[in-house]
């Protein structure tokens, strides 16, 4: 089984500041299978990232995901007030397996 | 605009099996994607069930293999969860939804809480 850890598990940020989140795999994933989802409180998640850097049909251009093998990243450039959530990144590669989560929090 | 909802009982008994159903509209779910289920935890997060395209083509998380089973209904457009010889463990929210090529998903129902307990 693929084990994703995101990092850190909370970032505390304000409004406008840019956003770093980190999903490292436990071996590579093949073919950059991977997905960034937002969830809010009592809201399903969110597909916002596919194939690494794919953006979702919907989701603004602030969002973008890059990385590859192991190492992948979630960069949200400017913080908007609806940005605060938790961040799942999912490889696809092998199997379906989910990170534990990066929640995202105003400073 | 495709929308899918769940619907099941919300308490099941330990050792019982817990069954749910997705109801999918405004898509054809003989479309050639796959749909499936995941849950989530407190405790173990979110934990991908199953999938399952439309011609009867199945894939199992490992560790819940045993357990699962997943059907679909094109008639009624619908697909169900079934769930066999739960404990508390298996207390979570359960989401069904679309998975293209069983990758990511990207549509997701509201989701449904069930709780095991006697």
């Known amino acids: 089984e693929i084990v994703l850890t995101q990092s850190p598990g909370t970032l505390s940020l304000s409004p406008g500041e840019r956003a770093t989140l980190s999903c490292r795999a436990s071996q590579s994933v093949s073919n950059n299978y991977l997905a960034w989802y937002q969830q809010k409180a009592g809201q399903a998640p969110k597909l916002l990232i596919y194939g690494a850097s794919s953006t979702a049909t919907g989701i603004p251009d602030r969002f973008s995901g890059s990385g590859s093998g192991t190492d992948f990243t979630l960069t949200i450039s400017r913080l908007e007030p609806e940005d605060f959530a938790v961040y799942y990144c999912?490889?696809?590669?092998?199997?379906?397996?989910f990170g534990g989560g990066t929640k995202v929090e105003i400073k | 605009q495709v929308q899918l909802q769940e619907s099941g009982p919300g308490l099941v008994k330990p050792s019982e099996t817990l069954p749910l159903t997705c109801s999918v509209s405004?898509?054809?779910?003989?479309?050639?994607?796959?749909w499936g289920w995941i849950r989530q935890t407190p405790g173990k997060g979110l934990e991908w069930i199953g999938s399952?395209?439309?011609?009867?083509?199945?894939y199992y998380n490992p560790s819940l293999k045993s357990r699962v089973t997943i059907s679909v209904d094109t008639s009624k457009s619908q697909f169900s969860l079934k769930l066999s010889s739960v404990t508390a463990a298996d207390t979570a929210v359960y989401y069904c939804g679309r998975l293209p090529a069983n990758s990511y998903m990207d549509v997701w129902g509201k989701g449904t809480t069930v709780t095991v307990s006697s």
């Open positions: 999912q490889q696809y590669g092998r199997s379906l397996t």
């Open positions: 405004g898509y054809s779910i003989s479309s050639g994607n796959y």
């Open positions: 399952m395209y439309h011609s009867g083509l199945t």
